[in-house]
């Protein structure tokens, strides 16, 4: 603290002796939810029943089956409104908590004590928030591509951490992994590569595999003293090979944090902790998309792009904004009632969702899920280290041996500099609102890509059938053509159904409506009349595979789904039936 908000000896005491006491809100908060609540049961994919916890509530609504999402998030929120009243009391004591620490250290407010603390101002702060605000756009195409993939009429808020599509069938040995990673890596240079292939493969930083008794997720840790530890918990997919390459950008962060500082000088800020693991998984998942020949795996690995940057740029901004409006309105005299802070809630999260995403009343109370709230200001560094990572990665890819010394600098900093200066020797200045912009232009990219991918007939569906298919149409020009240029042919105008009518005993039918975004919402059918369909639109996930099917008359394809009629006037389906 500098001298203006130092307080006299007698005072520091004081606040030193009622730290605890003061603290206390998330420790209730934590026992209240994960030892009391009890959120009820409901049947699992299997179906049989399964207790929902606030620890399992995600891992429910990234089901593929619907009804269990649902029933997962009207089951939680309905407990969590049971409690509002205790939440809400709870967290404007933790709200007031902190503008009063405040108002004693001579800050202008809370925001203020607290961006201090992490030696930035709140214009960073705001600056986030415009800028992603402004970017929101963006995130609306992607929930827009998102309703589409999973076929839904209307996109709910259980329907948004669904799967866009299975595993796939990769798997990665660890030792498959490791030197997934460090192939990443050979473009930091000498140094950097040799310091973690010796930690990986000969000084044990890594505890691998589960084990009975293991904590789950992963993490890395370490000290001047020792050398960086890294927790897995590695079970051979693209994921883990991800998660390995982020503890390991953690790991080296350290190592070259406590090499070239003192050890009062070695431990690096929050603010630029996720900078060096989140360029790591950029550089992976980018290299591994200029590399790999499978398409399933190319769009895998976009999906995974695009959850990034929707959960750690655009979701955690929410909540940054969430609380800045908390704390100041606290600030003003508002009392934090259940009824205003649901209100405010629900208002931005109608906001970030865009009008096309059914935003569920119940989502109002979502807040009090989120313990990061009781550690005031934290969230929105989480968004700034993506923007900066992003930020690095492009001046990386772009500029090579050239800008990689200046990031290698950049991790020698440890704590030597402020964030903002460290940052500043890797040529990134957080207080330049471009820093966001351009993290909200990857993130664009990757939807595009993904809808690119999605255009080229991700799982192989330009087979012989769809080339058929052009051939009926009358359309062998566009045989063979970039995928995208065929769907423009067939899906903008060029074949409508006064070009396709001459199709002998054809009955033409255009279904749906092309948007400014993606141009793969039409599909053109023509039913011939002796009940057989021909189609070129919507099945770019490549599962109607109906060729062992007899007896059929009638075909329709969208994304996750092939129903077929027989001539018996049965029906067969295969696929999600996610309606």
Known sequence: LDKE???????????????????SHSGIRSIFTNSDLRFGKIRGEDGKKVEITDTNYVAHLMSGERRGRKAAFECTYKTYEQFANTFANLYEARVKEATTRAKIRNYADSITASTA?????????????????????????????????????????????????????????????????LETVKIYGDEYYNALRAGLTEKGWVDVYPSRGKRGGAFSSGTPDTEPYILLNYKETLDDVSTLAHEAGHSMHTWFSTHYNEPHNSNYTIFVAEVASTVNELLLFHRKLRECTDDNEK?????????????????????????????????????????????????LVKKYFGRDVAVDKQISMEWMRIP???????????ATCISAASAIVKR???????????????????????????LLVAGIDMRDPSVVNGAIEDFKSAVVGAIGKLVSFANGVRNSGFDQTLKTLGREDLINKDPEEVLDALIMGEVDAKDISTLEDGRIKVVGEPTDLYKIKTAIEAAKADGTVIAAGNNYYGQCNVSGWKDIVAVSAGFYHTVALKSDGTVVAVGANYD
Do not use: W
């Open 5 to 23: 908000h130092t307080l006299s000896d007698e005072c520091e005491i004081l606040m030193s002796k009622i730290q605890d006491a003061m603290g």
């Open 117 to 181: 603390h992490d030696e930035v101002t709140p214009v960073i702060y705001n600056n986030l928030i415009n800028s992603v605000n402004a970017g929101l756009p963006v995130l609306y195409e992607y929930y827009d591509l998102k309703k589409e993939i999973l076929g839904l009429s209307n996109l709910h808020l259980y329907d948004i951490y669904a799967p866009l599509m299975g595993e796939i069938e990769s798997e990665y040995t660890y030792e498959e992994a490791v030197e997934e990673v």
């Open 299 to 347: 769009l895998y690995i976009l999906n995974q792009l695009m959850e990034t940057y929707k959960g750690t740029l655009y979701r955690q901004t929410m909540f940054a904004e969430f609380e800045r409006d908390m704390h100041a309105m606290s600030e003003k005299g508002t009392p934090l009632t259940a009824d205003v802070v649901n209100k405010h809630y629900y208002k």
């Open 372 to 382: 990061h709230f009781y550690s005031s200001f934290y969230v929105y560094k989480y």
């Open 396 to 422: 990386i890819e772009n500029e090579g041996d050239a800008y990689v010394n200046q990031y290698i600098d950049f991790l020698k900093c440890g704590g030597s500099k402020s964030p903002l200066d460290s």
